[in-house]
């Protein structure tokens, strides 16, 4: 039981930090993609 859930714990932890870094990237694209509007950068 506890062989299982370790595992699981493991492929949780893996799947959460993809995500995180998903959601970086994509924020780092959308601020180089707007970086030249003036009000989206006020609006930070």
């Known amino acids: 039981m506890s062989d299982i859930t370790y595992f699981v714990g493991i492929v949780l932890a893996l799947i959460a930090g993809i995500i995180v870094q ?5 924020q ?11 009000k989206f950068i006020r609006s930070l």
Request: proline content about 6%; aromatic content about 6%.
């Open 22 to 26: 998903i959601g970086v990237l994509i």
């Open 28 to 38: 780092k694209y959308i601020i180089n993609k707007h970086s030249d509007d003036p």
